[in-house]
DNA sequence: GACGGAAATT
DNA sequence: AATTTCCGTC
């Protein structure tokens, strides 16, 4: 039991999106699903009421940079019911997704990483139809009138 | 800050 | 398997 921690994880902002039930990763116990880092991200990257913490990168599709890393991580570490997260072992994390194609680094850019979205996103998880509030800014690269 | 090995945790 | 934790190295 944890108590103060529901496992039921909400979406951050108290917003109606989520993901869908199989986009959540249900290995072994029976009742507790567990978001994905980069669902997290997503989530997150969804919301105006976080673009001073975390936002999309004008000019390169897929591209986002974490204004805020101590707010993100605490933002984390809320969700997954790890009060002692930090942007260094978030980081960590994140860094375990370049061998799995998920993200890569933009070089010299601090605190910048970049969705491999043709790679693994689109091909695998159709579901992402999100959409940025602010039209100037469209990560989706084109991707968005194709999912409609 | 960023990287990645290693061990622990869930 | 996907992190979380810890840490030496650059």
């Known amino acids: ?3 103060g921690c529901s496992i039921v994880d909400k979406p951050e902002g ?5 993901f869908p039930e199989w986009a959540y ?7 507790s699903r567990q978001i994905q880092l ?9 919301k105006e009421e976080f673009r001073h913490v975390i936002a999309w990168q004008q000019g390169e599709y897929g591209e986002f940079v974490i204004k805020d890393p101590d707010e993100v991580a605490r ?4 969700r997954k019911c790890k009060p002692q ?9 994140l860094r375990y997704y ?5 993200l890569h680094k933009t070089k010299g850019k601090r605190f910048t990483y970049k969705f491999n979205f043709n790679k693994l996103v689109m091909p695998n998880y159709p579901f992402i139809n999100i959409r940025p509030n602010d039209p100037s800014i469209d990560p989706w690269g084109g991707w968005s ?3 409609g």
Do not use: C, V
């Open 1 to 3: 039991m944890k108590a």
């Open 14 to 18: 108290g917003g109606g999106y989520h």
């Open 25 to 31: 990763k249900t290995e072994s116990s029976p009742g």
């Open 38 to 46: 980069w669902h997290f991200i997503l989530e997150l990257l969804q």
């Open 75 to 78: 933002l984390w570490g809320r």
């Open 85 to 93: 997260m930090n942007y260094d072992k978030l980081s960590r994390a």
């Open 98 to 102: 370049y061998n799995k194609r998920i």
């Open 145 to 147: 009138s194709i999912l």
